[in-house]
């Protein structure tokens, strides 16, 4: 079995908290990368597949018949991981292997905020499935960092039925952003960090100008 980690210069992964603003930051990549003439092909986790979005569904959104059999942290993780390997089998890798560029609403990072430091499994497990099952890290990840509390003032301002995640408590959701600002610390290499407090234009702004220096250390590289 294939245990190397390898990063990939056009896989793109957006991270952050609920009511980060993840879909303005992806709109604005793939705007910046359509113009210089690009593939670009967006995708998002869990799901990207047809089955790996059916265990999205099973994970956050349960139907009536198996809604009241509580979901333990350890089979949470392994759904996840289980849509992570077949969306990178099915549709990551075939995109890369063709010179697309792929933008990933969430990646592994989310595993180890939501069920490592979210549900407190233990980070070198879901290190050994991230080489296992997965053997993929984008090249670039944008962690759209914002205060939990406006971040869900944001959601809930959205979402009628909050799902099994965004049901949490706030401190589940401060361990999940204190994990993902530690990797983006621990990583400033494949990391950078957008202030998402700001408003949907300044932060537009900032993933634009993120990616535009990406791409050009890419290209000097
Ligand atoms: N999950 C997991 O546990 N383990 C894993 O391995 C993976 C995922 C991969 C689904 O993710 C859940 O799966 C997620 C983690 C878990 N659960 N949570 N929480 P998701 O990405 O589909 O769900 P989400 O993070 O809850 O998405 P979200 O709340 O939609 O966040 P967003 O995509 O960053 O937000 P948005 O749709 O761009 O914006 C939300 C609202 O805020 C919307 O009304 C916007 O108009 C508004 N907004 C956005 N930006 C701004 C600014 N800058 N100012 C003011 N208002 C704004």
Known sequence: MNQALLRHPHFVSLEGGEGAGKTTAINAIRDLLRERGHEVVLT???GGTPLAERIRGLVLKPDEEIAGEPLSAEAELLLVFAARAQ???QVIRPALQRGAYVISDRFTDSSYAYQGAG???????IAELEKRAVGLQPGLTLLLDVD??????RANGRDLWPDRIESEQDD????VREQFRLRAQQDTQRFRLIDAGQDQAGVAAQVRRAVAEWLEQEADA
């Open 44 to 46: 998002r986790e869990p």
């Open 148 to 153: 939990v509390a406006v971040g869900r003032a």
């Open 119 to 125: 549900r407190g499994l233990d980070l070198q497990w």
């Open 87 to 89: 969306h990178v089998r």
């Open 172 to 175: 589940f959701f401060q361990r």
